[in-house]
């Protein structure tokens, strides 16, 4: 079936600093992905839309100059925390829409502290 | 924009019947999953509805009501391993947007 990796599953880093999540799509070509963030004991939050070859859509509310999408190629998209803070310490899970009978394939998630 | 709810958190008997509801107010309404996820990980998918009617698989059965905009997730012969949350989640849109309900976490007690 389908599959999504994504890395890295967890990665602590300092205030300040920039952290890039990758999400691949290892047998099929995702036109579309989606990023979701999620906190302890919640759901998951769509942050954006991303397209492959275009901008992302961001939804209301997520700033898009701190998080940085591209999605350059029809197996890859990236997610690039920038100047990351505790705040935005939170479990980031990216999401491919497939021709599958699942619709969705997800990856496994990043775990991000920041400290 | 969209309202998905669920109730936050349920406790079920092991062996015994739960029913998860889900009601949400959207448009551009493509289809309903319901997700099982474990702390975590990311999202296991239990079921589809994009009909109003009954979806049944083994243990698992998903409701859906686009009139009423609802759904239940039911689930039969309660295990401990069921213990979970569960995540409504709505398909809207030409891109095929996937957002989800607030979830509920499930507590499968001896």
């Known amino acids: 079936g389908a599959v999504v990796s994504q890395h890295p599953s967890r990665v602590i880093c300092k205030s300040g600093t920039s952290v890039k999540i990758e999400c691949r799509s290892l047998d099929f070509q995702a036109t579309t992905m989606f990023w979701y963030r999620q906190f302890p004991k919640k759901s998951l939050m769509l942050m954006a839309t991303s397209n492959e070859g275009s901008k992302a859509t961001y939804e209301q509310g997520v700033e898009k100059d701190k998080f940085l999408i591209n999605h350059a190629s029809l197996t890859l998209s990236t997610l690039t925390v920038t100047s990351a803070h505790p705040e935005d310490s939170s479990f980031y899970i990216c999401?491919?829409?497939?021709?599958?009978?699942?619709?969705?394939?997800f990856g496994s998630g990043t775990r991000l502290t920041v400290v | 924009g969209q309202n998905i709810d669920q109730p936050t958190e349920m406790t079920a008997t092991e062996g015994a019947i739960v029913q998860i509801n889900c009601t949400y107010q959207t448009s551009g309404f493509n289809g309903l999953f319901w997700y099982q996820q474990h702390a975590g990980e990311a999202p296991t998918f239990l079921s589809y509805n994009v009909l109003d009617g009954l979806e049944e698989k083994g243990r698992f059965s998903s409701f859906l009501s686009r009139s009423k905009g609802y759904s239940y997730l039911l689930l039969k012969e309660l295990q401990m391993k069921d213990s979970a949350s569960y995540l409504c989640?709505?398909?809207?849109?030409?891109?095929?947007?996937?957002?989800f309900g607030t979830g509920t976490r499930l507590q499968v007690t001896l």
């Open positions: 999401s491919a829409r497939d021709r599958g009978v699942y619709g969705y394939t």
């Open positions: 989640a709505l398909m809207t849109g030409t891109a095929s947007k996937l957002t």
